[in-house]
């Protein structure tokens, strides 16, 4: 009888309205998007400029000042693998998208922060780049693709058809949301990252992945896509030479005469998140 009232009340908050903060070419934004959808969870959903963010998200995430942002009853939640995570805790017995076995979670987080930590900044640097950088830059995403292409083939994830086994878990939903952009950013820089022939099992992974349902309704128009990758990708660029051209008529000029040029705005307040 004691535990009525607990049930009653996290049944309660389970109930509690759902709102995310996110912007339409968020990668971030779509796994949390994604998740709750495969969790068939409702939610009012708010569109954030990037470039004049509302009050509103800066209240609910004071300390990143980024999207996505998810209020459940009144209280906020930043930072998408923490929410993921945090769905799957409050919502236990819809759709899991950790494994119940500890070592399997665990491996699943690994992954998740291997793919932040990682592999999104290896792609982001081939984005950003050209010439012998953006090679480098290639060299090290392909590195960290045959990695997990070897966990594909002989290691955890053998024989599975998602990294979560017969259905899309945790992982799938971390690197499946940015795994689109892999084409995008091939169709703009005329580089091609992701090879059948050097990652099958990869490649066939992101074909089943991309074709479910909920990743249909999650991920927008390539068309769209596009668009903003060109946009972004010309900014980028130009903030770089903008900042050679500055660090080389300082390296010119007599310490009297440096000009004091404003350094280029971190990446981190472009609107782009990948």
């Not at 959808?37 to 569109?47: D, Q, S, T, V």
């Not at 291997?114 to 290639?138: I, M, R």
């Not at 590195?143 to 997990?148: K, S, T, Y």
């Not at 499946?176 to 580089?191: I, N, Q, R």
């Given at each position: 009888?004691?535990?009525?009232?607990?049930?009653?009340?996290q049944?309660?908050?389970?109930?509690?309205p759902?709102?995310?903060?996110?912007?339409?070419?968020?990668?971030?934004?779509h796994?949390?998007?994604?998740?709750l959808?495969?969790?068939?969870?409702?939610?009012?959903?708010?569109?954030e400029?990037l470039?004049?963010?509302?009050?509103?998200l800066?209240?609910?995430?004071?300390?990143?000042?980024?999207?996505?942002?998810?209020v459940?009853?009144?209280?906020?939640?930043p930072e998408?693998?923490?929410?993921?995570?945090?769905l799957?805790?409050?919502?236990p017995?819809?759709r899991?998208?950790?494994?119940?076995?500890?070592?399997?979670?665990?491996?699943?987080?690994?992954?998740?922060h291997?793919?932040?930590?990682?592999?999104?900044?290896?792609?982001?640097?081939?984005?950003?780049?050209?010439?012998?950088?953006?090679?480098?830059?290639?060299r090290?995403?392909h590195?960290?693709?045959?990695?997990?292409e070897?966990?594909?083939?002989?290691?955890?994830f053998k024989?599975?058809?998602?990294?979560?086994?017969?259905?899309?878990?945790l992982?799938?939903?971390?690197l499946?949301?940015?795994?689109?952009?892999?084409?995008?950013?091939?169709?703009?820089?005329?580089?091609r990252?992701?090879?059948?022939?050097?990652?099958?099992?990869?490649?066939?992974?992101?074909?089943?992945?991309?074709?479910?349902?909920?990743?249909?309704?999650?991920?927008?128009?390539?068309?769209?896509?596009?668009?903003?990758?060109?946009?972004?990708?010309h900014?980028?660029?130009?903030?770089?030479?903008?900042?050679?051209?500055?660090?080389?008529?300082?390296?010119?000029?007599?310490?009297a005469?440096a000009p004091?040029?404003?350094?280029p705005?971190?990446a981190?307040?472009?609107?782009v998140?990948?």
């Open positions: 009888m004691e535990k009525a009232p607990e049930n009653a009340s049944a309660a908050a389970a109930a509690a759902l709102k995310l903060f996110g912007s339409w070419a968020s990668s971030y934004t796994r949390v998007q994604l998740a959808r495969l969790k068939g969870l409702e939610f009012e959903y708010a569109e400029d470039g004049s963010k509302s009050g509103e800066l209240r609910h995430n004071p300390v990143y000042k980024k999207v996505p942002v998810l459940h009853g009144g209280r906020a939640l998408s693998v923490i929410i993921l995570q945090y799957d805790d409050a919502w017995e819809t899991p998208l950790l494994p119940a076995d500890a070592f399997d979670r665990a491996l699943a987080r690994f992954w998740c291997f793919a932040d930590d990682k592999l999104g900044p290896a792609v982001g640097a081939v984005f950003a780049s050209t010439a012998e950088d953006q090679e480098a830059a290639v090290l995403v590195e960290n693709l045959a990695l997990i070897a966990e594909l083939r002989d290691g955890a024989g599975r058809r998602f990294f979560g086994g017969d259905e899309v878990g992982l799938d939903v971390v499946g949301c940015g795994s689109y952009w892999l084409a995008v950013f091939e169709e703009v820089t005329g580089v990252l992701v090879d059948a022939g050097a990652f099958p099992l990869f490649h066939a992974w992101l074909r089943d992945f991309e074709a479910l349902d909920e990743v249909r309704e999650t991920i927008p128009a390539v068309d769209r896509l596009l668009e903003y990758a060109r946009g972004v990708r900014m980028l660029l130009g903030l770089a030479g903008a900042g050679a051209a500055a660090a080389a008529a300082s390296a010119a000029a007599t310490p005469e004091a040029a404003p350094a705005p971190p981190a307040d472009i609107a998140d990948i």
